[in-house]
């Protein structure tokens, strides 16, 4: 979906900032607890957002209880447990010659693929049917949708531009990424950039023109369809 080559050109300082907000609805769904395990019993643990994390009430004997975990915390939805062999393993194995020529979506849904399946790491999923990689919901989101088209995305809050980005498909891929700084020369307004977009492209063009909250809420709601 995303090509390796992607092109990323004309991003708009002032308007980029802002991906991170249009990111989170299809990104944050709870924390994850990352615990290492040293052995004998001995383990570090830390949360998603960088918080230290107490395992002193959930080791019992040498066993650590993963159940206890997530019963007493709501917000954590998967836990990875890592041995210091396990992790070696897994960066080797994520920079190996091979994953050079990937699509950049299927590299990121193959290191998850690459916890699960290693030596020395263990996933445990609040949900077990949950897909792990937010870049795996995408694709089941989109799969089908977009082959050769160009999608203008353009979000305001309270009117006022928020954020805008323009994506162009081949063959069902992202090839190039830009924003309305492509277009130096028009008004900035959602009206100006749309045509400039249509003088430019003769494929097929899909405008997203929303709202911010409105974004939000759709979707979150389109993520917990395919959750």
Known sequence: MIDSSIKIEFLKPEIWTNLGTVLAPLINTGKILHILDRGSGVYKALTSDHQNFSLEA????QVLSIDDIFVEFSDI????????????NYYSEIQKATVYQQDIDDYFIGLYH????????????????????????????????????????????NDKLYFNCILEFLEG?????????????????????????????????????????????KAKEIWLMIL
């Open 58 to 61: 959930y080791v019992k004997g």
């Open 173 to 217: 891929k992202l090839t190039c990424l830009s924003t309305s700084d492509r277009y130096p020369d028009a008004d900035e307004n959602y009206e100006s950039i749309y045509g400039m977009i249509k003088k430019e492209y003769d494929c097929k063009i899909i405008p997203v023109r929303m709202e911010l909250k409105d974004y939000m809420q």
């Open 114 to 157: 690459a916890q699960e399946d290693g030596d020395g790491i263990k996933i445990y999923k609040r949900n077990s049917q949950t897909m792990r990689c937010y870049m795996e919901r995408l694709k089941t989101c989109l799969k089908g949708e977009i082959d050769n088209a160009v999608v203008f995305v353009w979000l305001t809050d």
């Open 77 to 88: 939805i998967e836990i990875r447990v890592y041995t210091p062999e396990g992790l070696i």
